[in-house]
């Protein structure tokens, strides 16, 4: 037990507590994977309920999957610059 609390002592034996590392924020491989994730998501959902409403409607040409896609992109890309940090 005195080993470990001399080890703390020792400024080269404690854990760095940089910006990369803190508990408090993710880090930045989390937050992009989960922005990337939340992007696919909405994408996959609007690009189905469109496919689903060119069945219902029977239609030839996918329109609906068409403009219900492109506006996923378009919102996806939207929410995305939104929530990126300010350069200052």
Avoid: C, H
């Avoid at 037990?1 to 854990?15: C, G, I, S």
């Avoid at 922005?35 to 239609?59: E, H, P, R």
């Amino acid at each position: 037990m005195e080993e470990d609390k001399n080890e703390w002592k020792n400024p080269e034996n404690k854990p760095s507590l940089s910006k990369g590392n803190s508990r408090k924020t993710p880090s930045n491989f989390i937050r992009y994977s989960g922005m990337a994730m939340q992007m696919l998501g909405t994408i996959l959902v609007f690009t189905y309920a469109g496919y689903k409403l060119d069945q219902w409607q029977m239609n030839k040409t996918p329109v609906w999957t068409l403009v219900l896609s492109l506006n996923s992109i378009a919102a996806s890309l939207y929410l995305l610059i939104r929530s990126m940090p300010k350069v200052k």
